[in-house]
């Protein structure tokens, strides 16, 4: 394997063309590695990641584990300088004077790449106090503006095009406007990433605007972005019946199979301008 260089790691390999001859060649392929994230000195998790935007990451893991609220909450990242993978370790150091309750993020083992709630005690320990979305009048969405989202994350996916083998999750204005886009190998990371981004930035709550995942929705796809306060949430495959329930519960709009020209709508139809 050569070198890693932004999430991706390239290694020689031997293909069978479709003539049946062997060719030598070299490959990209995703990096996976695990991330371990502390509050000063406690684990909270460690997840397996593609490494790059490590402290989006962690806040957007801490925001949907409902941990802080607010973006001043977070003083600082940094890493122990002394750990021999001192890379794959990010420490939170909170604002002075803020206090969390850490009991209900305690996971258990490693978070793999395709599950980010594998590890949690039950279902019931992850349904965190978010309450449920607000309906607003004007917060709709035009089906051509729908449709030009799928496409719109395609063109920002630089390391999907590399390696076909990485999730993407973007957040768009309802004018189909991009505001940020992440890769990850997990599907769930590349959703903490975006809104670890947006709060960060202070710009949570998130609720004039759309996230689009590629692959599946699961149901802590669907309490990520309820954590961040989105309305709309869309997936270029299926959702899981449990995702439906929780979007249904929540009064967030589940669209699901967006591949234009075509698309399911599970959940409040309402946000979506069907005229």
Do not use: W
Request: hydrophobic letters at 35%; glycine letters at 10%.
């Amino acid at each position: 394997m050569k070198k890693k260089s932004n999430g991706i790691g390239s290694g020689q390999i031997i293909r069978r063309k479709q003539d049946g001859s062997l060719e030598y060649h070299h490959d990209d392929l995703t990096v996976e590695e695990p991330l371990e994230i502390r509050i000063g000195r406690k684990t909270l998790a460690t997840t397996m990641r593609t490494p790059g935007h490590d402290e989006e990451l962690a806040a957007g893991f801490l925001v949907s584990e409902g941990i802080v609220r607010t973006h001043d909450e977070i003083g600082q990242f940094s890493r122990p300088t002394e750990a021999r993978n001192r890379e794959n370790i990010i420490t939170v150091q909170l604002a002075e004077g803020v206090k969390v309750k850490l009991g209900t993020a305690k996971r258990f083992g490693t978070i793999s790449s395709s599950c980010g709630i594998c590890g949690k005690e039950s279902i019931d320990a992850i349904r965190q106090n978010f309450p449920p979305i607000v309906s607003v009048k004007d917060v709709r969405i035009e089906i051509e503006t729908l449709l030009s989202l799928p496409p719109l994350l395609r063109e920002q996916q630089g390391e999907f095009a590399r390696t076909g083998g990485i999730h993407a999750a973007g957040i768009f204005n309802l004018d189909g406007k991009t505001k940020v886009v992440r890769e990850d190998i997990g599907r769930h990371n590349a959703v903490d990433k975006v809104i670890g981004r947006a709060f960060l930035d202070g710009q949570l709550p998130l609720d004039r605007q759309v996230l689009l995942v590629s692959g599946r929705a699961s149901f802590e796809i669907m309490q990520k972005a309820l954590s961040a306060g989105i309305p709309i949430v869309a997936s270029v495959s299926a959702p899981s019946t449990l995702a439906m329930e929780f979007a249904r519960e929540s009064n967030q709009t589940l669209i699901g199979f967006l591949r234009p020209p075509s698309f399911n709508i599970y959940s409040h139809i309402e946000r979506v301008d069907l005229s």
